[in-house]
Each structure stands twice: as C-alpha cells, then as structure tokens.
C-alpha cells in the first residue's frame, strides 16, 4: 500500500497531521519509516489496534524499539500516523475525481461516487481495521473531521465541474452534509460485508441521489 512512501511524506511534509518525533529527510530515512508503518499496518489487520505496541511494531518491522523511537514515539502516534496516510489515499482518489468531471459528462455523478470509493473501501483493509476498531485517538477524530471536509469540497468541486449548481454557502453546506450522510452508510455497509453491503450501498445512492436533486432544485426555483 505504502509504494513510493505517499504515506511518508503525508506524515512528515508541510502541515502533515501525525505528530512524527523526527522528520525523515535522506531518502534512507524516509523507506526505513515506510518499513515500519507497512508493518504496523500488518499488524493492524491482522491483529487489530489493540496489538500496535512500539515493541511488536519493531519486531515485525525487524528495526530496534530506538529506531521506531525517533519517527513513532508510542501507539498514538502509530495510529495517527496510519489515518494520516489513509486520509491521503482518500483525498487523492477524490482529487482525481475532480479532474476527471472537469473532463467527462456523468448520467449518475452520485453512483460513480460511491461505486469509486466503495472500490477504495474494499482494498483498504488497514482503514476499515482502524475505523472499526476502539483506539481512535483524539488526534486522530480531530483529524477525520478535517478530512470529511477536504471531500466535502471535493464533492463541491465535483458538482462545479458538472456545471450543475453554483458556487455558495449552500452548495458547500449541503456537499458536507453529503459526505457526513455517505461516510456513515458506507462503514454501517462494510461492517456488514467484507466487500460491502450492495444492498445497503444502493440505498445510499438512491437516498443521494435524491438530495442532490433537492439542492439543485433549490437553485432553480431562485
């Protein structure tokens, strides 16, 4: 999952959102910390959060407890590094998301929205394994409700580039709303089913869709 380090540089770059002890700079440095959070990451599937101690997060990344000491300080910083990166890998599927409406005209923007990221959710077993777990830190739901921003505007830019709303309050009012609606049905999904819940994922698209035509709506009758 962590290929080219995007988790890395997630976590260690400008405004990055897990509290590393040390910034990695040397590209050593960065593929070491990449080790460490792929192998917290097996262990977080495998296992659950409750397993992510420095200890077997070392011994499954075959470095010393010091070497982890200078990025990961303790299981918070563990966990939130892991969010950090999945928060990532989601903005960016939704910044491609983007580019791509700019480029093509959709029948159905909400099905191709969920069926997208219901793909993600499928392949992304450390999320699911963090997100249905108990360890969130407050760090880390701090976090998500940042992020549930960042796709709302996604969400926002999505509609613009299909021409089919303008840009306001309301508009970035109702894409959060969206998102929120969305975020909760696709996890009750998922905990349901491994490749999640078709029928209940249907439900959110027609439940969606029809919010999307009522905020639309709204801007026709002005």
Request: neutral net charge; aromatic residues 6%; glycine residues 8%.
């Amino acid at each position: 999952m962590f290929g080219g380090s995007p988790l890395v540089q997630a976590t260690a770059g400008p405004g990055g959102g897990a509290p590393l002890r040390r910034t990695p700079r040397q590209a050593r440095s960065k593929a070491r910390l990449a080790l460490m959070l792929e192998a917290a990451e097996r262990i977080l599937v495998g296992e659950g959060v409750e397993a992510l101690t420095t200890t077997r997060v070392a011994a499954e990344a075959k470095v010393s407890v010091g070497s982890l000491y200078q990025y990961l300080p303790d299981r918070d910083a563990i966990i939130d590094a892991l969010a950090t990166g999945y928060f990532a890998r989601l903005e960016d599927v939704m910044d491609e998301l983007v580019r791509t409406a700019a480029r093509e005209r959709w029948d159905d923007p909400v099905g191709v929205l969920i069926d997208t990221f219901a793909r993600v959710y499928r392949t992304e077993h450390g999320f699911r394994a963090l997100w249905f777990g108990s360890g969130l830190t407050e760090r880390t739901r701090a976090a998500d409700r940042e992020h549930k921003r960042r796709m709302a505007d996604g969400i926002r830019r999505v509609l613009l580039a299909l021409g089919v709303a303008p840009d306001d309050e309301a508009l970035a009012r109702a894409c959060h709303a969206a998102i929120l609606a969305a975020d909760a049905l696709a996890q009750e999904a998922f905990r349901r089913a491994p490749e999640g819940d078709t029928d209940l994922l249907d439900e959110a698209k027609a439940m969606l869709r029809c919010y999307l035509a009522e905020v639309v709506a709204r801007y026709e009758q002005r």
